[in-house]
């Protein structure tokens, strides 16, 4: 597969929102669990919130949970993450990617970014007063 392309992040103050989007060039999105993950300067890439094909269960981060929702439009084929009261800690370049196959199907391992993959270049959100 190739990487999936994200968009839709930008500058906004805290408390805001913002929809970002996750589409496919090739391989529909529909067929495969999909997973928005984020990274932020000097850390690690971490799982926000990602959507199991296989049974609908949905995760989310502990961080984001009340805040962001993670849905899918199977007409367009796309895949949204609504990030509502944005603070600075939520600054990150955010990712969404597939699940690759042959990754573990567990509770546990449902949105890990080592089960994810390939990666594109992200969409950056910059939460600033």
């Known amino acids: 597969h190739l990487p999936l392309v994200e968009s839709g992040g930008g500058l906004v103050q805290p408390g805001d929102a913002l929809r970002l989007s996750c589409v496919a060039s090739?391989?529909?999105?529909?067929?495969?669990?999909i997973g928005w993950f984020r990274q932020a300067p000097g850390k690690e890439r971490e799982g926000v919130s990602c959507?199991?094909?296989?049974?609908?269960?949905?995760y989310y981060a502990d961080s984001v949970k009340g805040r962001f929702s993670i849905s899918r439009d199977y007409a367009k084929d796309t895949v949204f993450l609504q990030m509502n009261s944005l603070t600075p800690g939520d600054t990150a370049v955010y990712y969404c990617?597939?699940?690759?196959?042959?990754?573990?199907?567990?509770?546990?391992?449902?949105?890990?970014?080592?089960?994810?993959?390939?990666w594109g270049q992200g969409t950056q959100v910059t939460v600033s007063s």
């Open positions: 959507f199991s094909n296989t049974d609908g269960t949905l």
């Open positions: 090739g391989s529909p999105l529909s067929f495969d669990s």
């Open positions: 990617a597939r699940k690759l196959p042959g990754a573990p199907r567990t509770a546990a391992a449902m949105c890990r970014s080592v089960d994810f993959g390939p």
